[in-house]
């Protein structure tokens, strides 16, 4: 595949520390006489001849390769900046008898010449331009090359910002660097060693008292990764609350057990009008649709015996069950606490800790939707919870999944980084290396003082040095020797779902009691008391003005609803994850 010109070199980025599978070892066959030389070619001319002093090239992982060099240019007038940008590609020429063998170790461009009037010496300033090259691409492009999680909530907006810092974004979620090879192309390289090595060097190879082991200074080897993660969504709750209310007189809902026996010794009634305006006065914004509403007859002749009965207020009610509603939105947070560790580290040198936070917020104009509507029935979709409110959770899994993988990414590959940060340094003269590269994996065995040592690790750093006039030509490499390890690992699954139901209890069943005055035995009106209050038609007012009229009413209160239920609620969740960090060879 190639983008903008170039060949996309992917490598298998899930690979374990014991991929080797294919490896054949290539052993460095040590020189005891070099004859080298160098070719430059700017925009493809040759210009060898104005090379002076050191030539230095520097390949290092998830980095622009540099290379500097210097011109001693013949007398004349010269332009320093007609030197920007322009192709450069250095050689390094073995002279053997057979043949000689030239091998391409920079192409680039040139970023920036700078001329000394005083010695007619251009120093230049090349790199492989690794950035530029990602710049232009796609983010589906980039997708594909590096690979790896991407999470907007763990990272800023793709729109209007860098793609090479889009890459390094998703690069820091796996444990791999990408850079350019010799050739220029992209490349993608796992971190981890091979368990069979590229490369073989045998004692005596490497040069003498080149060999250094450069251990990662505690305070750098991240053994503990802290992440805070809150995730937090709209639940829209419809709370209901059942009422009952029946004339006290009736003993049933037909004709004969209910209206004929209200009629002999008749009340005044509460309507529907009364019921469903005492359910909003009480806060509630619905009467559902399953109501049952026990009306008076219509207009006829019933009961025993029969009498005729006109109903001029069809509305009127002997009994009534119906169900109120409110509505309301309730913010839940779930309050992750994650801890990714490498065991066998911390027993050995205690905790490294370093943290890390991300906020997940949900919103949606469902929310306002909800909350104005005009409803008989639950919100469809809508679930029952523990507590009886029939629920919707305006929750988006994918993003939280997404944001908490990203996350614990982030944190294992920061462990394995700083695991990995020892180095392990030796030269070769350059005639012996120019076949190792960044992606191999290298072993080294030697003997310093009478003490065999040995390392087996993948090479992070390479650098040239030639100098023209001593006729030095060494290679200076870094291995990233991982260590402090162990093989206990879990899979970086994110906490599934926690329950998030507030404690409590639904709301039973509220039975409404009567007042009914009018007659010398009817208790005291109490306006505190929930229900119907009215008057008996055959009254005692006429022989007992002082009676006191009950105000014909219906009234209903609703229950307080719990802060808890109202409020945001948080919901606590941890969770410990082990991580398993290679540990590769090394004797010394």
Wanted: with cysteine; glycine share 6%.
């Amino acid at each position: 595949m190639q983008i903008n010109g170039i060949t996309l070199n992917g490598a298998t980025l899930n690979g374990g520390a014991r991929r080797g599978r294919g490896i054949v070892t290539q052993e460095v066959q040590p020189n005891f006489s070099i004859r080298w030389s160098v070719q430059l070619l700017l925009n493809g001319v040759d210009v060898t001849q104005y090379l002076s002093g050191t030539i230095r090239i520097e390949r290092e992982e998830f980095a622009r390769c540099i290379a500097d060099f210097n011109l001693l240019l013949d007398a004349g007038a010269v332009n320093p900046d007609s030197y920007v940008g322009q192709d450069v590609e250095i050689y390094y020429i073995h002279h053997q008898a057979a043949a000689d063998v030239s091998v391409l170790r920079f192409r680039g461009k040139l970023e920036r010449p700078r001329f000394n009037l005083q010695t007619r010496v251009l120093a230049c300033e090349c790199s492989d331009r690794l950035n530029e090259t990602v710049e232009p691409m796609a983010i589906e492009d980039i997708d594909a090359l590096v690979g790896g999680l991407w999470s907007p909530d763990v990272f800023q907006p793709v729109e209007g910002r860098s793609r090479w810092a889009y890459a390094k974004e998703r690069l820091s979620t796996l444990p791999v660097s990408l850079q350019r090879s010799v050739e220029g192309q992209l490349q993608v390289t796992p971190w981890a060693a091979t368990s069979v090595p590229h490369w073989l060097i045998r004692p005596d190879t490497a040069i003498f008292q080149s060999i250094d082991y450069l251990p990662v200074e505690l305070s750098e080897r991240i053994n503990v990764v802290e992440v805070e993660a809150d995730y937090r969504f709209i639940r829209l709750r419809q709370r209901h609350q059942e009422f009952s209310w029946r004339h006290p007189d009736i003993v049933g809902d037909s004709t004969e057990t209910g209206f004929c026996v209200w009629r002999r010794d008749s009340t005044e009634l509460p309507n529907i009008e009364m019921v469903t305006g005492a359910s909003s006065d009480a806060g509630f914004t619905a009467v559902l649709s399953n109501a049952f509403w026990l009306r008076l007859p219509e207009s006829g002749i019933y009961c025993t015996p029969p009498a005729g009965w006109v109903n001029r207020y069809p509305d009127l009610l002997l009994r009534a069950s119906w169900t109120s509603a409110i509505r309301w939105a309730q913010r839940v947070t779930e309050q992750y606490t994650l801890r990714l560790e490498a065991p066998a580290s911390v027993a050995q040198a205690g905790e490294v800790i370093s943290r890390d936070r991300i906020a997940m917020d949900t919103e949606s104009d469902q929310e306002q939707t909800f909350l104005s509507a005009t409803y008989t029935s639950p919100e469809p979709g809508a679930v029952q919870d523990a507590l009886g409110d029939w629920v919707v959770d305006i929750r988006n899994e994918e993003r939280r999944l997404l944001g908490l993988s990203t996350i614990l990414a982030i944190g294992r590959v920061s462990i394995l980084g700083a695991h990995r940060g020892n180095r392990f340094a030796f030269t070769l003269p350059t005639a012996e290396a120019v076949g190792i590269r960044l992606e191999h994996t290298v072993r080294v065995e030697d003997e310093i003082l009478g003490h065999p040592i040995s390392c087996q690790a993948k090479v992070v750093n390479i650098i040239d040095e030639w100098d023209l006039k001593t006729g030095r030509c060494y290679t200076n490499f870094q291995l990233a020797v991982s260590q402090g390890g162990s093989s206990e690992t879990d899979p970086l699954t994110p906490p599934t779902t926690p329950n998030s139901t507030p404690p409590g209890e639904p709301w039973p069943l509220i039975e409404l009691p009567n007042q009914l005055g009018g007659r010398n035995e009817s208790p005291i009106y109490d306006e505190s008391i929930d229900g119907f209050s009215g008057n008996y038609d055959d009254n005692d007012f006429d022989i007992n003005p002082a009676l006191e009229r009950f105000p014909r009413k219906f009234w209903v209160r609703a229950r307080e609803i719990p802060a808890e239920h109202m409020d945001e609620f948080p919901v606590e969740v941890g969770k410990t994850y082990r991580v398993s960090v290679p540990t590769d060879h090394l004797e010394l």
